[in-house]
């Protein structure tokens, strides 16, 4: 699926400069903060590190983009299959399976985009370089700590990613099902857009909370000291010292980020998925039927 993958390539070099700075903005320290706000962040990344600075780690979800659409797309098609019935519950629970599966892809990935967005802050050109690119990252945590250290967060991103995406299919399901979003429809492609940004709004806003203790615990170490034992401490820690406002942190940042970069990728993996049903369609009405009979139709959100 070039078309999907180009998309998705194009969403994350648009997201990425939000995402940048939203995970400094999560794991700051909160004695000695560096930043202000979401646009303080942007300005001061800019001004110290240049343009470049916001997409440093880009190379890891850039690595792992064909991959996580192939195993989403791929799994919540096949678990709709299997579930039989096209409802708004069976797309949450075909959504859940696909995050819980490409969990395994996603927690690595993430780690690397966040030691390599934390590394060398402030500095245009870092003096001293821990990792060369996010590969290197990812071997060197390896050699270090095995293949505990490159999972690491691995329970927060399962506990993200499952219920997020379970959101995300069903918010999609009901936004195209309430629009009417039909192969005639003029503003078909308005209401894709729409439906796809806020499926993505809607799955970040119910799983942030977790996201912030995700990026704290796998950015912890970075300075040379762990901070936090485990999930529970690390909850404790941050609520202790900055408040249940802490869950917060770089929430507009992600906002910002959530409904362009969705959008565009729900709205093409669909009208990608229609030109080929269509393609199949007509290719087989082409040709003589072996078999006549009435088709019942199933519902569906399309």
């Known amino acids: 699926m070039d078309l999907q993958n180009a998309s998705g390539a194009a969403g994350v070099l648009v997201g990425h400069p939000f ?24 300005q001061s990344i800019v001004r110290q590190e240049s343009m470049t600075g916001l997409y440093k780690g880009l190379g890891s979800p850039m690595m792992g983009l064909t991959f996580i659409n192939a195993i989403v797309f791929g799994v919540q098609g096949n ?10 519950l069976n797309q949450f629970l075909a959504g859940a399976a696909a995050g819980a599966l490409q969990s395994v892809i996603c927690c690595p990935m993430e780690l690397a985009k966040t030691r390599m ?17 996010s590969l290197d990252c990812l071997v060197r945590i390896y050699r270090k700590e095995g293949i505990r250290g490159i999972n690491r967060g691995m329970v927060t991103t399962l506990v993200r990613e499952t219920p997020g995406f379970g959101i995300y299919f069903l918010t999609y399901d ?3 099902r309430s629009l009417g979003c039909e192969p005639d429809d003029p503003y078909m492609i308005l209401k894709l857009l ?15 909370p977790v996201d912030v203790i995700k990026s704290r615990l796998q950015a912890d ?30 929430l507009t940042s992600t906002l910002l980020r959530a ?7 729900f709205a093409t993996v669909t009208l990608f998925l229609m030109y ?17 009979g009435p088709q019942q139709a199933q519902p569906s959100s399309l």
């Open 174 to 176: 009901v936004l195209t």
């Open 221 to 250: 170490g970075v300075g040379g000291r762990n901070r936090y034992s485990g999930i529970a401490d690390c909850v404790r820690q941050s609520v202790r010292r900055e408040g249940w406002r802490v869950f917060t942190h770089g």
């Open 194 to 208: 729409f439906a796809g940004g806020m499926s993505g709004i809607a799955s970040w806003l119910s799983t942030y």
């Open 259 to 265: 409904f362009p970069v969705n959008a565009t990728t």
């Open 117 to 133: 967005q934390l590394q060398g802050l402030g500095e245009r050109k870092s003096k001293q370089k821990l990792y060369k690119n």
């Open 79 to 88: 678990a709709m299959r299997r579930l039989g019935n096209d409802t708004p």
């Open 19 to 42: 995402d940048t700075v939203k995970v400094r903005l999560q794991v700051q320290n909160v004695d000695r903060p560096l930043y202000r706000g979401t646009y303080h962040c942007f």
């Open 276 to 292: 080929m049903r269509d393609g199949v369609v007509e290719d087989c009405e082409s040709r003589p039927s072996l078999t006549a």
